[in-house]
């Protein structure tokens, strides 16, 4: 869905860097959330955010920080990149009481 | 908790037959129930959605799922499936209340389409 962008698209990275993967929105919607996809494990939520002052840990936060920078903007850290966090990462946003939630396109994250 | 069983990790079909892709779910609330697809390389795009109103829900590309509430399954189906079908399938669960919606996804049905 092109209202949900994520940059990089792939990313190549050695144990110990510090990453940081964004998310931006132009859907105007309050809710943002970051998930990790392994094969045949689904997806699992990272972080998730209400608005820009409303933080929460989702069942998967440990080695991952996150920050909401503006309504529309979303970004997920990995302080020390470790090669078990080498998944699809995906941003998505919705409405309050919508339930359905819009994915970006993920990112691809690679630690060698 | 809220947890979905998807039954199949593949399932492989002959163009113009029949797809049936297998869900079950778990929960406690009524719940609110989606089919995402996500093709190669992409994102997962909403097929379908159930929220209490009809349980039987019509979503995009001919597809279309079935509540059942005593058997706790949303089986997807389509009469017939293209080539562009193959992809893979989520069953998703929506839980919460108190106006926080968190999407618990099943392991996933990668979906071939053979000629």
């Known amino acids: 869905d092109a209202d949900v962008t994520q940059t990089p698209r792939n990313r190549i990275t050695k144990t110990g860097k510090r990453i940081m993967l964004e998310c931006s929105q132009t859907k105007g919607h309050d809710r943002m959330y970051w998930y990790r996809q392994d094969p045949g494990l689904g997806l699992r939520l990272i972080y998730y955010s209400f608005d820009v002052k409303d933080i929460n840990k989702g069942e998967i936060s440990d080695g991952y920080s996150v920050s909401r920078q503006a309504q529309a903007k979303f970004s997920l850290s990995l302080e020390s990149a470790i090669p078990n966090q080498t998944a699809l990462y995906f941003c998505?946003?919705?409405?309050?009481?919508?339930?359905?939630?819009?994915f970006g396109p993920g990112t691809r994250l690679t630690v060698l | 908790a809220q947890s979905v069983t998807q039954l199949d990790s593949h399932v492989s079909v002959s163009e113009g037959t029949p797809v049936l892709l297998r869900c079950n779910y778990s929960?406690?609330?009524?719940?609110?129930l989606f089919w995402y697809v996500q093709h190669p390389n992409k994102g997962l795009q909403l097929l379908l959605k159930y929220t209490s109103a009809a349980t039987l829900v019509k979503g995009i590309n001919g597809f279309e799922a079935e509540f059942k509430k005593s058997e706790t399954s949303f089986h997807l189906t389509k009469p017939s499936a293209h080539m562009s079908d193959a992809a893979e399938y989520f069953c998703v669960v929506s839980e919460g209340s108190g106006g926080y919606n968190k999407l618990i996804f099943g392991a996933g049905t990668r979906l071939a389409v053979h000629p």
């Open positions: 998505a946003t919705g409405l309050a009481g919508g339930g359905e939630q819009f």
């Open positions: 929960s406690s609330y009524s719940p609110s």
